[in-house]
């Protein structure tokens, strides 16, 4: 198997565990807020990174990955803007409506493209770009309802959106530019992240739910959901560097459009959610544009690896054409090639 073939499979495994676990965790989160009446949100994601970083120390100790010490400067303001945005996140939800909420997660798409072209240089291709567009259609048909304005949910949507881009960004660039694994940048800023959160979170949860997290009657299924959240945690975490390492930020909002089509399925299929035709339309058009993005991704994909291989056969004068045998790797000098002919 060669090594394309490698990376092919690793990703596939990494976007599946992404999807897989995400929507476990929606639905196990899902059951803890709406049943059990634990609405504390950001207190609860920095229990889920603090357990991440726990689990991760332990592996780290069995050496089953090696620790990578890079720029710490680095690591530390992109362990901290990652805990800023998801805190912004969650104020943007509370001083929005569901709809503009949802809108301010499809700007997300459109803005991490921008920042690529404009600061790293990346390019788009039309089709690329149709395929997303298509995709957003379709999800904001799926999710978008009600759309109310107000000066304050604007601006901390805009704040919200800005640094979940530039925070996916970083993941994705530094990885390459330190050559750090996903588990080696989650482990090193999960501290961090954390940190931000656990300061923030009991704040951040008092002003969108007016109840105190510690004041909270912590039952005995209360405390078994909460642990089963923070264990599939770990996986979610794990996935998302992984997913954006391998891929890009792009893909990565893209799959998360997937989970949210799939967590609205799951949701009026198991628990029988309220599900209009409308869902299901925006639902359908929007795989649409996942399967064209994937379908255009794949594409483009071989044709660079096409172009590469070629660049390499002009310039190496030890690839030879044969007859019928297509290009070959031959190692020996060329007087050996007109002997034989």
């Given amino acids: ?198 300061i923030a979170g009991p704040y951040l949860d008092k002003v969108l739910t007016n109840l105190n997290v510690f004041a909270f009657e912590y039952t005995t299924q209360v405390m078994v959901v909460i642990i089963l959240s923070c264990l599939i945690s770990i996986s979610v975490n794990f996935s998302t560097f992984l997913v954006i390492g391998k891929t890009s930020p792009v893909t990565y909002q893209v799959l998360g459009h997937l989970k949210t089509c799939l967590v609205l399925a799951f949701g009026y299929i198991i628990v029988r959610d309220p599900f209009s035709w409308r869902n299901i339309l925006g639902i359908l058009v929007a795989m649409v544009g996942m399967l064209l993005y994937s379908y255009y991704c794949t594409l483009e994909t071989q044709q660079k690896t096409a172009e590469a291989e070629a660049r390499e056969g002009e310039s190496d004068p030890l690839i030879n054409v044969e007859s019928g045998g297509g290009t070959v790797l031959n190692k020996r000098p060329p007087v050996w090639n007109k002997e034989k002919d």
């Fill in 1 to 198: 198997m060669g090594e394309g073939e490698h990376f092919q499979l690793g990703t596939v495994g990494a976007l599946s565990l992404s999807v897989v676990s995400s929507v476990s965790i929606v639905i196990c989160n899902k059951a803890l807020m709406s049943s059990l009446h634990f609405i504390f949100a950001t207190t609860l994601t920095s229990w889920h990174l603090l357990v991440t970083f726990c689990s991760l120390h332990v592996a780290l100790k069995m050496r089953i990955f090696e620790h990578k010490p890079f720029e710490q400067k680095a690591v530390m303001g992109f362990g901290i803007l990652n805990g800023i945005s998801i805190g912004l996140l969650n104020l943007s939800l509370a001083f929005n409506s569901v709809g503009f909420y949802q809108m301010t997660k499809l700007a997300i798409i459109p803005c991490t493209i921008l920042l690529e072209i404009l600061f790293l240089g990346k390019k788009f291709s039309k089709r690329i770009q149709f395929a997303l567009g298509i995709l957003l259609v379709g999800v904001g048909i799926a999710t978008v309802t009600d759309l109310q304005l107000n000066a304050l949910g604007s601006f901390l949507s805009l704040l919200a959106v800005l640094t979940t881009c530039v925070s996916q960004i970083m993941t994705n660039t530094i990885q390459k530019k330190y050559k750090v694994s996903s588990t080696q940048l989650l482990y090193q800023s999960c501290p961090y992240q954390a940190a931000t959160l656990l």
